[in-house]
């Protein structure tokens, strides 16, 4: 790889023991994936930050780092709200132990914003080169906004927030992200929820893989492309796609789909995923919600009374944009949470079913919570909560 002068003295040990060792690991996956350079990062988004996934070696790891971001970095959702960890049931041995976590990470300069939404707290634009960690958040990022970033894993998006930088491949390059498959959905997609695009996501996911995907036939907005995206990439590995007519780079750049494969995808395929089973709790807000989904929710239960645990989960930054809506909403008994979600949680694991309006959460409720999910829209979310 070709470094710059202040890259060759990171490198050497002028900026201190943890910044070498920072670089030489971005420099090490560089090599990897053939990156010639390394490229200028707007901000990072760290992941490995709930005690539930990072454990105490990780954390022992955190402690031997001494050096502080040089670039706006937050952290993806931890293990319980910082302020309510109570209130949620956490229990007072975990709160201990994800406290010290949050602590290692504020030492280093991380900002303690733990959402996997951060665009909804600092504008992020088209072209913009990022270090995001979380797959719904680098979905979002690279198809919704055009900026650029691979999905870094935990120590390499902590690398480039330390360093500023981070490997210029994959993803960072144009030529790297045309689409590689069509997927026409062939539906009247007109009514659709952010639900019914979470359930296009989690069955479309498993259909391409790691492909870069070109969407005709739907016609989403910002909440709904943010649902489609984040279930795609739980599961599958797909960490951008283009819509037609309605993503920054399917509107900017010419598109030539000749010769590619082609998926038709049928309501009906989409539809068997909502399946009505009995539930003991709901959770909404994976991905986080926006202020929009914070409104919905709060129309919808207004006047009503949750009768089983209710949960919504946002960014604190929203939560406190939008505290007149969360008010209405916590009226209802239903508690919104900031800093974690129902897949990081130690709390969502004493259920055996939870109701979901998320692909994503569909997808990974069963193995993070070990409990069955069902889908639904938010309006049936609130139906089945307070009925």
């Known amino acids: 790889m070709l470094l710059d002068k202040d890259e060759e003295r990171i490198l050497a040990g002028e900026e201190g023991e943890t910044r070498q060792k920072m670089l030489e690991l971005l420099v090490a996956l560089g090599k990897v994936f053939g990156a010639e350079r390394l490229v200028p990062i707007r901000s990072a988004q760290v992941s490995g930050a709930s005690y539930k996934t990072i454990g105490e070696y990780g954390l022992q790891w955190l402690n031997s780092l001494d050096a502080k971001a040089v670039v706006p970095a937050v952290l993806n959702p931890i293990g319980m709200p910082r302020e309510r960890w109570q209130e949620m049931g956490v229990n007072e041995d975990f709160a201990q132990k994800q406290q010290a976590v949050i602590a290692a990470y504020e030492r280093l300069g991380i900002g303690l914003e733990c959402t996997c939404t951060p665009y909804y707290l600092r504008e992020t634009n088209f072209g913009d ?11 979002y990022a690279n198809s919704v906004i055009g900026a650029r970033t691979n999905r870094e894993g935990g120590p390499g998006a902590l690398a480039a927030a330390l360093v500023g930088k981070t490997p210029c491949y994959g993803l960072h390059l144009k030529e790297n992200r045309k689409p590689q498959v069509v997927v026409r959905v062939q539906a009247d997609t007109r009514e659709w929820s952010i639900a019914d695009y979470g359930a296009l996501g989690y069955h479309t996911g498993k259909l391409v893989g790691n492909r870069i995907p070109f969407f005709s036939g739907i016609n989403p907005d910002k909440d709904q492309l943010k649902g489609l995206g984040a279930a795609m990439a739980a599961t599958g590995a797909v960490a951008l796609y283009h819509v037609e007519g309605v993503t920054p780079e399917a509107l900017k750049i010419p598109t030539d789909l000749t010769g590619l494969d082609t998926i038709a995808v049928e309501a009906a395929e989409i539809r068997k995923l909502f399946k009505e089973i009995p539930v003991e709790a709901v959770a909404v807000g994976c991905p986080h919600c926006s202020p929009a989904e914070l409104e919905e929710i709060a129309r919808l239960l207004k006047g009503q ?25 916590e009226k209802s008994g239903a508690r919104v949470f900031a800093d974690t979600c129902m897949v990081v949680s130690p709390v969502m694991e004493q259920y055996e079913a939870i109701m979901v309006n998320s692909g994503k959460a569909l997808a990974y409720v069963p193995d993070m919570c070990a409990a069955v999910a069902r889908i639904g829209t938010i309006a049936e979310c609130v139906r089945v909560g307070t009925e």
Do not use: C
């Not at 080169?129 to 979905?139: G, I, R």
């Not at 009374?305 to 209405?328: C, H, W």
């Open 305 to 329: 009374l949750v009768t089983m645990p209710f949960y919504v989960f946002a960014a604190q930054g929203v939560i406190e944009k939008n505290q007149r809506t969360v008010d209405s909403i």
């Open 129 to 139: 080169h990022l270090a995001w960690s979380e797959s719904s958040a680098v979905s």
